[in-house]
T-cell receptor, first 113, second 116 residues
């Protein structure tokens, strides 16, 4: 299966802990996007990355959230000191280039207790 | 930020019926996409539309890019039980329209239930 891979699929964290979400794009795709989905809502853009570069992080909270897409390995979305309001489904998408469609992974469901 | 108004919020239909849902915006979009999301899964791309007035089919699905570039609709013909899920419209604006070429703006979804 050459689709977008995300892990873990489910993640439970206590308030104050750190959450690390991983995304491996489709083969041949070098553009990665992270979106957040709250219950009964559409997806909201967070950040757009290319290899080793953050292109647009305008949708990501300025505190506690960070993202990276290293030269080797998956893209990581990191949430420090999680709070209950961070509970959501986090989706990663990838595209071959800017003009191509974005394909989504299965998501990571984060629950903060 | 940009908003897409998607309707209806939910639909309950009988197997075999046709379905129509739509998305409208006060802003121009240059690309319209329709996704389906099953419970616990990510959105799956159904149809992508790139030109105003474009009408595109994918099996029993047909979608159109509105001529004003501010709306799109999705039709599903002869529905079957596996059509159940949440359907999302998403739009992209290019830089000339004040967008980014890549950022997707999503509607809130239409929940479709098909009774066998």
């Amino acid at each position: 299966n050459a689709g977008v891979m995300q892990n873990p699929r489910h993640l439970v964290r206590r308030r104050g802990q750190e959450a690390r979400l991983r995304c491996s794009p489709m083969k041949g795709h070098s553009h990665v996007y992270w979106y957040r989905q709250l219950p009964e809502e559409g997806l909201k853009f967070m950040v757009y990355l290319q290899k080793e570069n953050i292109i647009d992080e305008s949708g990501m909270p300025k505190e506690r959230f960070s993202a990276e897409f290293p030269k080797e390995g998956p893209s990581i979305l990191r949430i420090q000191q999680v709070v209950r309001g961070d509970s959501a489904a986090y989706f990663c998408a990838s595209s071959r280039n800017l003009q191509n469609e974005q394909y989504f992974g299965p998501g990571t469901r984060l629950t903060v207790t | 930020g940009q908003q897409l108004n998607q309707s209806p919020q939910s639909m309950f239909i009988q197997e075999g019926e046709d379905v129509s849902m739509n998305c409208t915006s006060s802003s121009i979009f240059n690309t319209w996409l329709w996704y389906k999301q099953d419970p616990g899964e990510g959105p799956v791309l159904l149809i992508a539309l790139y030109k105003a007035g474009e009408l595109t089919s994918n099996g029993r699905l047909t979608a159109q890019f509105g001529i004003t570039r501010k709306d799109s609709f999705l039709n599903i013909s002869a529905s079957i039980p596996s059509d159940v899920g949440i359907y999302f419209c998403a739009g992209q604006q290019n830089k000339n329209s004040g967008g980014s070429n890549y950022k997707l703006t999503f509607g809130k979804g239409t929940l479709l239930t098909v009774n066998p």
